[in-house]
């Protein structure tokens, strides 16, 4: 095995999407997907002999959407669903009932605050404030946390940038990444895991512990070992890796 082969092997390659390879929009559908960013994504994955995977809040459909006509690996709803090699596990509404009627309470609850929105995405469902006047964001804000709440120890809470997720508590991103590094092509690599935002943050502590590393995209208070300035700064690196350039994440700058 040449030495470029044995130090593509060492690693598994695992990339948040929203404000990670593209930047975080106004509304969730208002996403801008750089016109370069599936090319070097699918040459960095064959580059890693296919360990390469999505990890993300959004649904396996919607990152799909964004990225056609590629299709890649995917843990969708924080690892509610997953996707390997084309095989598509978990995820279906029906599952959760009482989530299902917690949906309803929260586009009844906030029908009254102006551009609150409720993305429900079937098996979760976040509520979005960005848009909204700082007295409404408040009001969205107690109201997911009150749903949340009331649906108690099945399901918990992530809150992130101007945004409350209701997710089921056993999903997590940190889940989703041990489960992909159970199996071909990532089974015994070291994870490189890419996040921004406070729901990634778990996952940063999984990697750490388990011997991987982590990259803050931006700024705040973080676990992770490494950090980069923004997505544009990503999307560079990835370009660079996809191309040839060594991957040494040990050169990143220190969190």
């Not at 470029?4 to 999407?17: I, K």
């Not at 090319?39 to 799909?64: M, Q, S």
């Amino acid at each position: 095995m040449s030495q470029e082969a044995r130090q593509t092997a060492d690693y598994a390659l695992f990339l948040d999407f929203d404000g990670t390879l593209v930047e975080i929009a106004p509304r969730p559908d208002a996403v801008r997907v750089d016109p370069d960013l599936v090319g070097t994504l699918e040459r960095l994955r064959e580059r890693l002999g296919g360990a390469l995977a999505i990890v993300t809040g959004r649904p396996v459909t919607v990152i799909d959407n964004f990225l056609t006509p590629a299709r890649f690996d995917v843990a969708g709803l924080h690892g509610v669903e997953r996707r390997v090699d084309g095989h598509l596990g978990g995820g279906r509404p029906e599952d959760h009932p009482d989530l299902r009627a917690g949906v309803e309470r929260l586009h009844a609850e906030t029908a009254r605050y102006e551009a609150v929105l409720i993305e429900d995405k079937g098996a979760s469902v976040a509520v979005h404030w960005r848009l909204a006047a700082p007295s409404d964001a408040a009001a969205a804000e107690a109201i997911v946390k009150a749903v949340a709440s009331d649906l108690g120890s099945a399901y918990r809470l992530q809150l992130g940038k101007a945004v409350g997720e209701i997710v089921p508590a056993d999903a997590t991103k940190g889940h989703a990444i041990r489960a992909f590094l159970e199996a071909a092509p990532y089974a015994g690599r070291q994870a490189i895991f890419l996040g921004d935002d406070r729901t990634d943050e778990i996952a940063f502590a999984s990697v750490n512990e388990d011997g991987g590393i982590s990259v803050r995209i931006g700024d705040g208070e973080t676990v992770a070992g490494r950090r980069l300035a923004d997505p544009a700064a990503v999307r560079a690196l990835l370009a660079a890796w996809a191309e040839g350039t060594p991957i040494d994440p040990d050169a990143l700058p220190a969190a």
